[in-house]
């Protein structure tokens, strides 16, 4: 157990509607990472929070957003859902910020929320 | 930007024997590279971080070796088991955050 927890586990909808996927993060962690991982795909990552506020963005679609909350919990919506946005979103958590010279910090997967968009 | 390029065969080996998955990036070296499993439908879990001036760090049955001039990581799993199947990413930073490659199978047969 990571100790990040992802809600709802599995969600079923139809295309065109809005979706909020929820994430709480590991105690302590301050910064909150969202994936996307399609069969066989790779994990692509969408984008980062730290301590409530955006710090880097991928590929993700105008259709999408995500926001940290006070309480450092992050939610990704999804919106206008398309066939081609189902998915595994996997949410991630670390103490501080990954990057090439400020932290080594590994990042803690949550168990994912399967996104089926029929 | 950094690519991350994993060979996305399926390695098959037989219980026993040593599996050795290649990392190989196409940009400047990171300052640190990270090895995560991958079991299906679940999250990736962290196993060993390496930085640029290591050239090797071992965990176990994990050896992990980073060759900034081939700009290549290698990780090794000895005396491999069934139970060691599963997905392996490597992982390098980019500005503030981790990108990933795409993986490469592992299936350990007994």
């Known amino acids: 157990d990571s100790g990040v927890t992802q809600t709802p586990k599995h969600l079923i909808t139809a295309t065109g509607q809005r979706v909020t996927l929820r994430c709480s993060p590991r105690?302590?962690?301050?910064?909150v990472y969202w994936y996307q991982q399609s069969l066989d795909q790779g994990l692509q990552f969408l984008i980062q929070y730290y301590n409530g506020e955006e710090r880097a963005k991928g590929n993700i679609l105008e259709r999408f957003s995500a926001q940290q909350f006070p309480d450092l919990h992050s939610e990704l919506n999804l919106s206008s859902l398309e066939l081609g946005d189902s998915a595994l979103y996997f949410c991630?958590?670390?103490?501080?910020?990954?990057?090439?010279?400020?932290?080594?910090?590994?990042?803690?997967f949550g168990p994912g929320t399967r996104l089926t968009v029929l | 930007s950094q690519k991350i390029e994993q060979n996305s065969e399926a390695l098959n080996i037989q219980e026993g024997k040593t599996a050795t998955l290649t990392c190989n990036y196409t940009?400047?070296?990171?300052?640190?590279l990270q090895w995560y499993r991958q079991d299906p439908g679940r999250g990736p879990v962290f196993l060993l971080l390496?930085?640029?001036?290591?050239k090797e760090k071992r965990k176990e049955r994990l050896k992990v070796t980073f060759d900034t001039t081939l700009k290549q990581s290698l990780f090794h799993i000895t005396a491999s088991q069934p139970a060691d199947s599963a997905t392996y990413l490597c992982a390098l930073p980019e500005t503030d955050k981790l990108i990933f490659g795409t993986g490469t199978r592992l299936q350990v047969f007994p």
């Open positions: 991630a958590s670390s103490p501080r910020i990954a990057g090439p010279s400020t932290s080594t910090d590994t990042q803690y």
């Open positions: 390496i930085r640029e001036n290591e």
């Open positions: 940009n400047y070296s990171p300052a640190y």
């Open positions: 105690s302590g962690d301050l910064s």
